[in-house]
């Protein structure tokens, strides 16, 4: 009974539970107006800054990145070209070389056989001069024994020396007119 | 709370409505009057703002401690509320509100599971109707300032793309569900979730408490122990509850701001 009466008494003294007091309306309002402010004027704002520098430094790292890749791109391209240059410097060189080398080859072929040349024309004419000089010594030697000859034959000596030579240089120049066209 | 009338000896109380009206313990009879479930609500806002405060005095690139935890929940309303329901140029625009929505409603929900507070904030009408009203505010403020005062009814009242005939019923149900009810189902829904949580634990405690400790009959007890047991699952349940309705409010304004935000019905 008690007990009844109490919970009626408590439900017709409770206010309605949709209808505000104005001093739920009140402190609702200060506690938004704390909360909101808080937020709206000094948290986000602080958050957001944060955020916008990390977004900052991630895109300032990946620019950097960029750049540092491009500068060595760059300089890959530049060091290919030196090699570039550098190669073709050495083909040119080389080639030069070459060409100096089969120059002075050349040369020494042409000094070498010029030396040749001179040397072979040298030992003709020594060999010439010799064979002049023996076939003098020849001729000399052979007048006097086929004139000796000759004498010791007829068994008698011939006076006339003059006659003598005369006749034996005819027959030796008859002698040389045959056998000159067999030895050149 | 029960103890109040405690005069009634082994009388059991079922917990009422009375629940949500303790005395008034300051400037009673004026704008201004105090009574525990204002005082949660303050201490409550204290707390936030002090806990954002300090977590964010002076936030470092690379977040430590409390910073961390700040950082997190702030992103959660972000990420998973303005920017997912409003993009992200709008979800800035309306981040403050939502920010601020999110962790009031939460903060004054979770009061009601906290010991020695053991009241939800938002088991008063005040502070719900209130963040409604505010919520209405905004979301027709913006449509009226992004498609001008008459497209913005135009569009409301009268959507495009129905046969004119048809606007006979279509525009009273509108101009009632959009103006009307909106803002009444946002007061009501996280009213009744909290008032309703709020009795099912002091039903559940006050129960145990009653049958462990103020009455001897010895075939009680059990029932004593299984009514702790239910109180405690129905803890972990309102936990949940009071994410979910602090979520669905903040959720539901920044749906109800998009939709105002764009023409297209």
Redesign the interface.
Known sequence: MTTIQTVVLAAEETPSPVLPQPYDIVWSLVCLVIVGLVFWKKVLPLFQKVLNERTERIEGGIAKAEQAQAQAQQALEEYRAQLAEARAEAARIRDDARAEGQQIIDEMRARAQAESDRIVAQGRAQLEAQRVQIVAELRADLGRVAVDLASRVVGESLEDEARQRGTVDRFLDELDAVSAPANK | MLAS?SE?GS????P???E??PDVIL?AG?????DRV?LV??L???V??VF??VA?RS???V?RGVQNA??YF?DFVRKHIAEDILGREQG?RF???L??LF??IFA?NVSGIIPLLNMP?TA????P???AV?TYIVFNYAGIKAQGFGPYLKNNLFPPGVPKPVYILLTPVELLSTFVIRPVTLT?RL?GNM?SGHLVLVLFFGASWYMLFQISDLWLKPVGVLSLAMGFVFTLFEMLVQFLQAYIFTLLAAVYIDGALHAEH
């Open positions: 009338s009634g009388a059991y109380h079922p009422s409505v009375a949500f009206f400037f004026t704008p201004f009057a105090i204002m609500r303050l409550m806002t204290v936030v703002a954002f405060l964010m936030p470092k690139l977040p700040a950082e702030l800035k981040l403050p509100l920010t601020t962790f009031l004054c904030g008063r009408v005040g502070l109707m209130v963040l505010v009501f009213l008032m």
